[in-house]
């Protein structure tokens, strides 16, 4: 026979079921072992308010941004992962289904991948509006994935014994080559900013160092002064992972950045900030900031058919450096790759690219034959 669930405080019936007395949520009814003391949620009283196999996602997931703050993982990483979370509880509330952990298998989270290909774009977003078209690839993959990372904390916590993600494969995301910049685009964009304002040269040496460095836009927007080692052309850039890695800036950008430091810089609004970059009112520039930015110069330079942003001038950048010869492990330790694998997928060659390699390395035209069958031209070769 099921525990019922009484009451502690003084002068409440004592017959009364604690979750009509209001001293316990409703949602923990169903459970058949929770003891609630006077004037204290069972928590408080080191009593578990449900058995750990049983435990709905909404309380677990704050327990997984306590173990990864912890761990030090990125802000970004946790929230990406909680999110996740949340739009699988949000799919299981909807149709009907229960959200604890032991009563979600295989089934459901097939289920929940169907949707997933199914729903609008942005149909979640606190201010876009949903889109005709469906979810891409990439943000499935991303979606399922986090949840994986999820269930895989859940076992190594041992709050489950039985992971359904190792019996689900989780649909790849197709490998697209990121189309980058050329050199025209790359002047188009640096001509549609006015240096002739303090701000335009700020938005210069901006797009000037992610041409350089290769950063990714979090690193370049936490830039402090005491990261910059101007007379060793050094930056000191905090990368995924609270990884510190130095990166060289070449001379050219070594003139724009003292140029800025010493002539166009304003004045911090508080004069304990250290941030490198500033907006006109003396306050850190954000990412998001920068990336708006890049967008308005991308739209005044004309530039069509391909994304105008932080991400794709740090993919211009790590290309042009294969093209200029640069060292495929020296660009791993520029971009702040943890394997090669990742840099060689971040850096694949365009195809033009490809087209110039073959025309100087064909296998046939090297071997300088003596002609075509059929026909009476002798074949030159090259």
């Known amino acids: 026979m099921p525990l019922t669930l009484w009451s502690g405080r003084r002068g409440s019936n004592p017959r009364q079921p604690a979750w009509k007395a209001g001293t316990l949520p409703t949602e923990l009814l ?9 004037n204290l949620p069972a928590c408080q009283r080191g009593v578990p308010a449900f058995p750990h196999n049983s435990a709905g996602l909404l309380r677990l997931i704050e327990g997984y941004r306590i173990y990864s ?3 030090g993982k990125s802000p970004k990483t946790i929230e990406t992962v909680a999110g996740s979370v949340k739009l699988l509880w949000q799919f299981l509330t909807n149709a009907g289904l229960s959200t604890s952990t032991d009563s979600i298998g295989p089934d459901e989270l097939r289920a929940f991948i169907l949707d997933l290909k199914r729903r609008p774009c942005f149909s979640n977003h606190p201010y876009a509006r949903p889109q005709e078209r469906s979810l891409s690839p990439h943000s499935v993959n991303t979606y399922l994935r986090s949840i994986r990372a999820f269930w895989s904390w859940l076992e190594e916590e041992g709050i489950i014994t039985d992971n359904p993600f190792d019996r689900v494969k989780v649909p ?3 490998r697209k080559v990121v189309a980058t910049f ?3 685009q790359i002047r188009d964009l640096l001509a549609a900013i006015d240096t002739s304002t303090a701000e335009g040269q700020r938005d210069y040496l901006i797009i000037i160092l992610f041409l350089d460095t290769a950063v990714r836009l979090s690193e370049l927007s936490g830039l402090t ?3 910059l080692r101007l007379d060793d052309g050094i930056l000191k850039v905090m990368g995924k992972g609270s990884k510190e890695r130095l990166i060289p800036v070449g001379r050219f950008t070594q003139r724009v950045l003292w140029r800025y430091l010493n002539l166009v810089r304003p004045l911090p609004l508080n004069p304990r900030c250290i941030s490198l970059f500033l907006t006109i009112d003396g306050l850190p520039m954000t990412g998001h900031h920068i990336r708006k930015r890049i967008i308005l110069y991308g739209k005044i330079a004309g530039i069509r058919g ?3 942003s932080p991400h794709t001038i740090r993919h211009t950048a790590a290309v ?5 010869g640069g060292n495929v492990f020296v660009l791993q330790r520029l971009l702040g790759h943890t394997s090669l694998n990742m840099t060689r997928h971040y850096c694949e060659l365009a195809d033009v690219d490809v087209q110039r390699a073959h025309a100087t390395a064909s296998p046939v035209d090297n071997l300088m034959l003596s002609g075509i069958p059929g026909d009476r031209r002798k074949w030159r070769g090259k």
């Open 30 to 38: 169903p459970q058949n072992r929770v003891y609630i003391t006077p």
């Open 69 to 71: 703050d912890a761990e």
């Open 172 to 174: 790849k995301a197709p």
């Open 182 to 184: 050329t050199e025209t």
């Open 225 to 227: 002064l005491d990261d």
């Open 306 to 308: 391909i994304r105008c």
């Open 320 to 324: 042009n450096f294969l093209r200029n």
